[in-house]
């Protein structure tokens, strides 16, 4: 039993470092924005649409990964995703058009999201009620902290060797992740047990529904942060490429530190969904701050963008152990799709529409909508609380 409980941080750090590999390909290519657009002589909606296209990936196959991961296992689910999008990625650094380069990002985003649903799941197995809160927000401060670590390395390897280069070390990653998950990851023998009746597929669960739509709607904001604070502050306020990535940096480290401190107070609280409508209105007032003093001073922008940017990636490991809680071990991998799918949803439609938003209006505007999606987000969440609590009580 002590040699299990020292296994389950294995399992976790293995878990995190499959997550944050997928996380600095997916928060690494707006980075690598400036370099695309000099190097394909791309717009703004462009580059929206190459950013779209991990997104679209992730969003055609990260239900079917759940699925698979419930019938075939975590280990063999995350070798063969990330393996696979290791070798895209290797190939994606040698293609010389636009439309090849997208076309490369679908598919590394289609079957990188191997790790969306497998490496939280398994992570949720070998954790009881009391740390699961605390293990998965680890797991999912993994998110930041890989797209800050390619916030802050990607320009290195750019001015090292261009756009293939920075594509050729995020390929690196994934590769480096799948072969973790061959040599150390293995099953627990610990049930989830679940709030979905028995014979109820999570599909069939409206519950299941409405936290995947708000957690969606909350998603938007960081989407649209992560996707464009590297341009909005190159471009409009004179920031080189290097500190803008910084700034970058910052939220993903800030969002990680929040993820973690969130997933330890759910514990404490014993709730997954009060302090996840908290997060969604205090995100919300933290991007209504700061579309009205975009154009202010930078001393007074740049901490507030970490702030709201940092409350932006907060909320997401809360609405994850809600819902592999709420699913139960034998159906967390499909329940989890389903909560990915409405992420991935969010996060492919919104740099296309904000790009767009942005250039028919202001940034002003398009940071405005940010404010508004989580507060209507946490407002299709109120309702949760009565009915989880009626699940748990349920005889």
């Known amino acids: 039993?002590?040699?299990?409980?020292?296994?389950?941080?294995?399992i976790l750090a293995v878990g995190v470092f499959a997550q944050a590999s997928f996380a600095a390909v997916?928060?690494?290519?707006?980075?690598?924005?400036?370099a695309l657009q000099e190097t394909y002589g791309l717009s703004l909606e462009q580059i929206g649409v190459a950013l779209t296209g991990l997104n679209l990936g992730s969003l055609v196959t990260v239900l079917a990964w759940g699925m698979l991961s419930?019938?075939?296992?975590?280990?063999a689910v995350i070798t063969v995703g990330q393996g696979a999008a290791a070798a895209?990625?290797?190939?994606?650094?040698?293609?010389?058009?636009?439309?090849?380069?997208?076309?490369?990002l679908v598919a590394a985003g289609a079957l990188g999201a191997c790790v969306q649903t497998a490496s939280g799941q398994i992570v949720a197995g070998w954790f009881s009620p009391g740390q699961r809160g605390l293990a998965l927000a680890i797991r999912q401060s993994a998110v930041p902290l890989g797209g800050a670590v390619a916030a802050l390395s990607l320009p290195i390897f750019v001015m090292l060797g261009g756009v293939r280069a920075g594509l050729l070390a995020l390929a690196c990653g994934s590769l480096a992740s799948a072969l973790a998950a061959v040599l150390w990851l293995r099953p627990s023998g610990r049930a989830v047990e679940g709030a979905v009746a028995p014979g109820l597929h999570p599909f069939r669960d409206r519950r299941l529904w409405r936290l995947s739509l708000g957690s969606g709607l909350l998603c938007v904001a960081q989407s649209a942060v992560i996707a464009f604070v590297v341009l909005f502050l190159?471009?409009?306020?004179?920031?080189?490429t290097g500190l803008a990535a910084a700034v970058l940096a910052a939220i993903q480290i800030t969002g990680a530190a929040a993820r973690i401190a969130s997933g330890h107070w759910s514990d404490r609280r014993c709730s997954r969904l009060r302090p996840l409508r908290e997060l969604g209105l205090a995100l919300s007032a933290g991007m209504a701050a700061t579309a009205l003093l975009l154009d202010g001073p930078l001393w007074l922008l740049v901490p507030l963008l970490i702030v709201a940017g940092g409350l932006s990636i907060s909320w997401n490991a809360l609405s994850f152990t809600a819902t592999?809680?709420?699913?139960?071990?034998i159906r967390a991998g499909a329940a989890l799709g389903l909560q990915q799918t409405s992420l991935a949803l969010f996060a492919a439609v919104t740099p296309v529409a904000f790009a767009a938003l942005v250039s028919a209006t202001s940034w002003r505007v398009g940071f405005a909508a940010c404010a508004v999606a989580p507060l209507v987000g946490t407002l299709i969440l109120v309702p949760l609380r009565e009915e989880l609590r009626a699940a748990r009580t349920e005889p």
Request: zero cysteines.
């Open 26 to 34: 997916f928060y690494g290519l707006p980075v690598l924005a400036p």
């Open 324 to 329: 592999a809680e709420l699913a139960g071990s």
């Open 1 to 10: 039993m002590t040699g299990e409980r020292r296994y389950r941080w294995v």
């Open 70 to 75: 419930d019938r075939f296992g975590e280990r």
């Open 234 to 240: 190159h471009e409009t306020r004179g920031l080189s």
């Open 88 to 104: 895209t990625l290797f190939a994606s650094a040698y293609i010389g058009d636009f439309e090849g380069l997208v076309a490369a």
